[in-house]
């Protein structure tokens, strides 16, 4: 056997012969090949980011449930107050602020007092939170539960055409109109002592 490498051929007994490709038609292979792999992960990634956008844009009750974990997450693990008043209505939003008067907005108030849930402090933990959607039309209902502590409902309407077009608006079907007040801790109560007078 003997192999002529001006022609690529290799010769057997019998005067058999296979063609073998040359080395830099071998690298050519190998390389679209590992091209095409990288083509094919890419487009995988792509869709399937793809999917949970469009799943959140949909008006149902599995976006409904993921507008509530994309809040908590920015609410209660991140801390990014901008991006968590932006899941909430104008309305809701505003009776936020409202609890430390006109001047302060709804970030200001998730800053001041941090919001908290079911001890919540991963984006895990928020991910493994047990939540219950129901919708009625615009509205939709979520339940939020755990073992041993009382349930937390949040009530989402559907995105206005208005609030998809504000800065940093997050591309969901829902906002929440009710319920965010409720990781807020509630304001250390006012104790009043006896007066006293002075004799």
């Known amino acids: 056997m003997f192999r002529d490498t001006r022609t690529g051929t290799t010769t057997t007994d019998g005067d058999a ?34 999917r949970g956008a469009t799943s959140a844009t949909q ?7 993921l507008t509530v974990r994309r809040f908590l997450v920015s609410a209660v693990v991140d801390d990014n107050t901008y991006q968590a008043c932006q899941y909430l209505t104008p309305s809701a939003q505003a009776r936020l602020a409202g ?7 709804c970030p200001d108030i998730l800053a001041s007092s941090p919001p908290t849930l079911f001890n919540l402090s991963s984006e895990g933990a928020v991910g493994r939170l047990s939540l219950r959607a129901t919708v009625h039309g615009p509205t939709a209902e979520v339940v939020a539960a755990t073992s041993g502590q009382a349930p937390v409902t949040f009530v989402l309407h559907l995105t206005s055409a208005d609030e998809r077009y504000i800065y940093g608006s997050p ?14 801790a509630a304001p250390a109560p006012v104790h009043r002592g006896t007066p006293v007078v002075e004799s």
Do not use: F, K, M
Request: charged share 10%; proline share 6%; glycine share 6%.
């Open 99 to 105: 609890l430390q008067g006109a001047a302060a907005t």
């Open 171 to 184: 591309p969901t079907a829902w906002r929440i109109a009710a319920g965010a007040d409720q990781l807020l």
């Open 17 to 50: 012969t296979r063609p073998v490709p040359p080395r830099s038609l071998r690298l050519v292979i190998a390389g679209c090949a590992i091209l095409t792999t990288l083509v094919i992960a890419t487009a995988i990634v792509v869709a399937g980011h793809e």
């Open 59 to 65: 008006a149902n009750a599995h976006s409904a449930t």
